[in-house]
C-alpha cells in the first residue's frame, strides 16, 4: 500500500533509494545505586567513554573532505570542545561522587538541567543549540552502553541509501558524505536544526520532522524524498517512481546548469552589466557565500555582534569579524551595514525606557546609533580599520533626512581624526551610502545621493513603511505587496536620482532576491541587485536570458499602471516573454 507522508522541506532536491534506519538518540537510562567502593571505577569507566567520544569525533574531523562546508567543521570542532568542557567533565563526576549513582545517570541528570538553561533563551537559533549538547550526551550514553558503539558507525554501507532516523548530528553527516548518501529523513528538527543546516549547504534533499518516520518506513524498502515538497513516498507503483525520476533528472539538469553560470558574469543579452551581491549575516551564510558566484557583498548585517550575547562586541571583536568576510571576499566589495538597533532588536534593557507604542516608528536604526555615539563611533572606527584589509563600504540604515547624514559624517570624521592621531590605517575615502527603505528617504533621494557615495534600496522595510504595515504582523502579511503601484513609484523615484547624481543604487531588500520581480527591476533600471547567496544564480541565469532595451517600455507601462491586479498579469506577462 502506498504511503505518502508529509514533513518540513529543508534541503530541495528528489532521492530515490532504500532505506537504511538509524537510532541515534540516548538510549534508556536507569538510576543504579553504586557502594562506596564502586565509585572509582565508575568515574574511571565514564571518563573512558569520554575519552572514546573525544577519539571518534577526532577521526571524523581528520576525515572531513576538503570541499566541506565550513559550518560543518565548526560544529564538529564545538562538538569536540563540549567533550572537554567541564560542564561534561566535571559535572558528572562531582554527581557520581555525591550521589553515589551511575554515570548514566549522573550524565541524564546534567543533560536535564543544560535543557532548561537554554530553554529560557529568547532567540530561537540559540535554542536550538541545545541539540549540539544533546548530540555529544547521546553519543556518550551510546558509547556507556555498548563500547563497540563507534565501531559499528564506521562500519555502515550507507551508499545511495536513505537514511532514515530520529536525528543525526554533524558527524554523521561526514560519515554521509564521505559515503554518498541520496537523502535523508529525520524524526527530528525543524528548519533551523543543524541537520536542515548541513543537508542545505551539503545538497543532499532532505524532510525533517517526521515524528514516526522509523516505525513508518521499513529497513530496505524503496522510498522517494522530495526535499522541494517535504513529502515522503514509500510503497508507491512504478509509474509514481519513473515520474519521480525524470524529475529528478531536470531538477539535476537544471541545477547543473545553474552551477555552470557561478564563474559567468551578469551581463543581459543585450550587453548591460549586472552586479550581483549577497546579503549575509550568520556564519552560515559565508560558505553559501563561495559558492554562490557573487561579486561581493552588498548588505552586511551586523546586528549579530550586539543582540543574543551577554556583551557587546567590543571594537577588536568588530573588526575580526569583518576581517573574516575580507578575507574570504578576495578583492570584492564588503558593504557593512551600521547597526540596525532598536525596537525588538534592542541588546540594552535600559536604554530605550518605557517600552514604545510604535517601536517600528521609534529609536531604531541610525536614529539609535546617533543616540548613542559611542557605540556608533565603535562601531565606524571597526569598520575604518578593516578598510584597510580590502574594499569596504559604510551603509547607513533607515535614513529620513538630510540632517541625519550630516551628523553620521560628522561622527564618521571624528572617527578619521581619532584613528589618524594613534596611528591606525584606514581607507580615507571610503565610500558611505544609506539605505532608502522608508518612503521621506525615497521622496528626498535626489537630495540625499549629492552627499553620498550609493544608495540601497531596503523594500522590507520601504514596503512596511509605504504601506503601513507591520512585517512582522500576520494578520496583515496580505497587504504586503511589492508591486503595489507607491511602491514601485518610490523605488523609480530613487533609481532616478540616483542616475541624476550618477551613482550607484543598488537593491537589498527580499524584492532583489526573487525572481519573479527580476525582468521588472532590469526594465526599471536596476543595475545592482544584492540577495542571499541562494537566490543568486537563478537571478543570474534571468538576467543573461533578458534584454534591457526590449524591458524597458513594458515597466514604464506598469510603472503608469495604477490597478494592482493589472499589475500582476502585466509582471506575468513580462516573465513570459522571450526577450
Ligand atoms: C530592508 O529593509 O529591505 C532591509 C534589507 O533591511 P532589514 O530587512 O534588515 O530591515
Ligand atoms: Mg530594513
Known amino acids: 500500500m502506498a504511503l505518502i507522508i508529509s514533513g518540513i522541506d529543508v534541503s530541495k532536491g528528489i532521492a530515490i533509494g532504500n532505506v537504511h534506519l538509524l537510532n541515534r538518540g540516548a538510549p534508556e537510562v536507569f538510576e543504579l545505586k553504586l557502594k562506596k567502593h564502586e565509585i572509582k571505577s565508575e568515574i574511571e569507566r565514564f571518563q573512558d567513554a569520554l575519552d572514546e567520544a573525544s577519539c571518534h569525533l577526532r577521526s571524523i574531523q581528520d576525515s572531513i573532505p576538503e570541499d566541506t562546508p565550513t559550518d560543518i567543521a565548526a560544529f564538529i570542532d564545538s562538538h569536540i570542545l563540549m567533550v572537554e568542557d567541564s560542564m561534561l567533565r566535571k559535572v558528572p563526576v562531582e554527581i557520581i561522587k555525591k550521589q553515589h549513582c551511575n554515570a548514566e545517570w549522573a550524565l541524564k541528570q546534567q543533560y536535564d538541567k543544560l535543557v532548561s538553561v537554554f530553554e529560557q533563551m529568547e532567540d530561537d537559533y540559540l535554542r536550538t543549540r541545545i541539540n549540539d549538547v544533546e548530540h555529544v550526551i547521546n553519543l556518550i550514553q551510546q558509547i556507556l552502553k555498548d563500547k563497540q558503539y563507534t565501531a559499528q558507525i564506521d562500519e555502515q554501507p550507507l551508499k545511495g541509501r536513505i537514511v532514515v532516523a530520529d536525528d543525526l548530528t554533524p558527524a554523521d553527516t561526514v560519515l554521509m558524505q564521505n559515503q554518498n548518501i541520496a537523502g535523508f529523513v529525520t524524526e527530528l528538527g525543524g528548519p533551523l536544526s543543524h541537520t536542515a543546516i548541513l543537508a542545505r549547504s551539503m545538497g543532499i534533499p532532505a524532510v525533517v520532522g517526521i515524528q514516526d518516520a522509523r516505525a513508518l518506513l521499513q529497513q530496505e524498502e524503496l522510498v522517494i524524498v522530495d526535499g522541494g515538497t517535504g513529502m515522503v513516498l514509500a510503497g508507491v507503483g512504478k509509474k509514481t517512481i519513473e515520474d519521480y525520476r525524470r524529475r529528478q533528472r531536470t531538477q539535476r539538469e537544471a541545477r547543473r546548469k545553474l552551477r555552470a553560470l557561478r564563474d559567468v558574469s551578469a551581463r543581459t543579452r543585450d550587453g548591460q552589466r549586472i552586479s550581483l551581491q549577497a546579503n549575509i549575516e550568520l556564519d552560515e551564510d559565508v560558505s553559501a557565500l563561495k559558492q554562490s558566484g557573487a561579486e561581493g557583498v552588498g548588505l552586511y548585517r551586523t546586528e549579530f555582534l550586539y543582540i543574543d550575547r551577554e556583551e557587546p562586541a567590543d571594537e577588536i571583536e568588530q573588526l575580526h569579524a569583518y576581517l573574516r568576510i575580507i578575507r574570504v571576499l578576495k578583492g570584492k566589495p564588503l558593504t557593512i551595514r551600521t547597526l540596525d538597533l532598536g525596537a525588538e532588536k534592542e541588546f540594552d534593557p535600559n536604554f530605550q525606557g518605557p517600552l514604545t507604542q510604535n517601536p517600528a516608528l521609534g529609536l531604531r536604526a ?204 502585466m509582471v506575468d506577462a513580462l516573465n513570459d516573454q522571450s526577450f
Open 366 to 569: 541610525i536614529r539609535r546609533s546617533l543616540k548613542d555615539t559611542d557605540l556608533f563611533k565603535r562601531q565606524l572606527r571597526a569598520i575604518l580599520r578593516a578598510s584597510a584589509s580590502g574594499p569596504v563600504k559604510i551603509l547607513l540604515p533607515m535614513v529620513t533626512s538630510q540632517i541625519e547624514l550630516v551628523q553620521s559624517l560628522s561622527i564618521l570624521k571624528q572617527a578619521y581624526k581619532e584613528l589618524e592621531n594613534e596611528q591606525l590605517h584606514f581607507d580615507a575615502n571610503i565610500p558611505v551610502g544609506a539605505m532608502i527603505e522608508v518612503p521621506a528617504a525615497a521622496l528626498s533621494a535626489n537630495i540625499l545621493a549629492k552627499q553620498l557615495n550609493f544608495l540601497s534600496i531596503g523594500t522590507n522595510d520601504l514596503i512596511q513603511y509605504t504601506l503601513a504595515i507591520d512585517r512582522i504582523d500576520d494578520q496583515v502579511n496580505y497587504l504586503y505587496d511589492p508591486l503595489h503601484p507607491s511602491v514601485l513609484k518610490l523605488i523609480n523615484l530613487t533609481l532616478q536620482a540616483g542616475r541624476r547624481a550618477k551613482i550607484p543604487v543598488a537593491m537589498c531588500g527580499e524584492m532583489a532576491g526573487d525572481t519573479r520581480y527580476t525582468r521588472l527591476l532590469l526594465g526599471m533600471g536596476l543595475q545592482e541587485f544584492s540577495a542571499p547567496p541562494s537566490s543568486l544564480l537563478e537571478i543570474k541565469q534571468i538576467i543573461n536570458r533578458s534584454k534591457v532595451s526590449e524591458l524597458k517600455k513594458p515597466a514604464m507601462k506598469i510603472l503608469n499602471t495604477t490597478v494592482p491586479d493589472r499589475i500582476n498579469t
